[in-house]
């Protein structure tokens, strides 16, 4: 007898705190919480900053360096009290953040060795530039592919999100199953077949990528949260990162 799909979504949600709302509201008290917070959302979205970096011109090495030593002076404050609520999205504060960064460097003449020697943001060469080299050739400006690499780490933070869930539910063979209907693709395989394969009914697969498909849309909105000052901004920045990706 063929059985339905447990739904992960009913074991208990666990939503971060707002990280880039905790750091608004608690960044000019000099709050240890939201520095923590600002170093978690750095360690997440590095890799657009690094993208803009090279597509600059800059080689691997100075990529690397720079943006190393850009997230390792934006955690070095003793303060977070200039990052106010006017600056909106994180995704732009960073970025306005490493324009003014990057223009301060270039009036260097004689710079002393970035970081000081100390490392507060690990990046791994080899797959930073493993990354940048399946970068797309055609003609991207650097904020353009900034806004590309943002979307698109989005998106790889709300799925692995999501194949957590699963896991930690026993469902991680239904989520590696079931993922390929997340992106509508037509040439995808059938659910009859899926259900086949996991011994499940048709109408079941269908409920449960159903199911999936609104988690997986809950989560892009919460990561999506983490990210801007206010709920009202959630569905401008959605638009924004589907358009960064057309």
Not at 47 to 72: I, K, N, W
Not at 118 to 132: C, F, M, Q, T
Not at 189 to 216: C, Q
Request: proline share 3%.
């Amino acid at each position: 007898m063929k059985r339905e799909p447990d739904n992960p979504e009913s074991r208990g949600r666990e939503f971060l705190t707002t990280h880039w709302s905790l750091v608004l509201v608690a960044g000019a008290q000099g709050s240890s919480r939201a520095a923590e917070a600002l170093a978690e959302l750095c360690g997440v979205y590095w890799y657009p900053l690094y993208a803009y970096v090279r597509r600059h011109g800059s080689s691997p090495h100075d990529a690397q360096d720079l943006t190393q030593e850009f997230f390792a002076e934006l955690l070095r404050r003793s303060d977070l009290a200039g990052v106010g609520r006017e600056k909106g999205r994180f995704r732009s504060f960073l970025l306005a953040s490493m324009k003014h960064f990057l223009a301060n460097e270039r009036k260097k003449a004689n710079r002393l060795k970035r970081g000081g020697g100390k490392v507060i943001l690990s990046i791994d060469p080899i797959s930073a530039e493993d990354r940048y080299a399946r970068e797309p050739s055609y003609d991207l400006t650097p904020e353009q592919l900034f806004e590309r690499r943002w979307a698109m780490t989005l998106l790889e933070q709300t799925i692995e999100r999501l194949r957590q869930e699963f896991v930690k539910a026993g469902k991680g063979r239904l989520f590696e199953r079931l993922k390929v209907f997340l992106t509508g693709d037509e040439n995808g395989p059938r659910y009859a077949d899926v259900g086949a394969e996991l011994g499940l009914t048709e109408a079941a697969v269908k409920m449960a990528v159903s199911r999936l498909r609104r988690r997986y849309r809950e989560i892009l909105r919460s990561q999506i949260d983490e990210t801007v000052a206010s709920a009202q901004d959630v569905e401008d920045e959605i638009r924004h990162l589907f358009t960064s990706l057309g």
